[in-house]
């Protein structure tokens, strides 16, 4: 009798995973990041039907704090102020960083927080396993026309596995693995290590 008690908890739970609203896996997911991650990144920019460009890299988040690495580019900010570096130029272009942003390549701090009053938000796929949850932003002032979050449940944790950013028909397409990041330290913006490369200033 207990084990056929307990196979019906079991089957009651997994129905209640599948069936969590958008907000609950979004909740799920910024609970299980926490102010400290890490992600690999392959990157795919084209339209619905072509792929122009792939890049690969990875991206650190520690508070407010983050660094980028993307083929040839990499992006250092402390929260406020951004250094975006070509080295295939030898450029550093620095700037404020947009709070506004939630591109993940932007400001990777905001990337998945969907807050209510800027995002509709609906769970388009769901089961026990994962979600993919469709965001259409409230303000065209994002200049985003929709994303599609895909997420994967791992234990007690949900993770994103991909992103894909709709602007107005050109897409960027960002596919998510998760990195230990308790072996990685957060790089951060060292003037000296760009001395020979042109600085161009927004600030």
């Keep these: 009798m207990r084990k056929i008690f307990l196979s019906i908890v079991a089957l009651f739970a997994v129905g209640n995973l599948s069936a969590q609203s958008a907000e609950e896996w979004l909740t799920d997911l910024n609970e299980s990041l926490g102010e400290r991650y890490a992600m690999d990144l392959f990157v795919e920019v084209g339209a619905v039907d072509s792929v122009d460009d792939q890049l690969s890299g990875y ?3 520690e508070g407010d704090g983050y660094y980028i690495s ?13 250094y975006e570096i070509n080295n295939e130029r030898k450029e550093v272009v ?4 947009n709070l506004e942003s939630v591109d993940l390549l932007s400001n990777p701090t905001r990337a998945f927080s969907f807050l209510p009053e800027e995002f509709s938000a609906k769970v388009l796929k769901s089961s026990s396993t994962g979600a993919v949850v469709s965001l259409v932003p409230k303000s065209d002032d994002l200049g985003i026309t929709a994303i599609l979050l895909n997420l994967e ?3 007690s ?6 992103l894909s950013y709709d602007y107005d028909g050109d897409l960027v397409t960002i596919t998510l693995t998760m990195l230990d ?8 913006w060292d003037k000296t290590a760009y001395r020979a490369y042109d600085i161009v200033s927004f600030l």
Excluded: I
């Excluded at 993307?70 to 951004?82: F, Q, T, W």
């Excluded at 620095?94 to 960083?97: G, Q, S």
């Excluded at 944790?157 to 991909?162: C, N």
């Design 181 to 188: 990041a308790s072996d990685l330290a957060l790089r951060k």
């Design 153 to 155: 449940r791992k234990g």
């Design 157 to 162: 944790k949900v993770v994103p596995s991909k």
């Design 59 to 61: 991206f650190m988040v």
């Design 94 to 97: 620095e700037d404020r960083v």
């Design 70 to 82: 993307l083929g040839v580019m990499e992006v250092y900010s402390d929260g406020k102020l951004r």
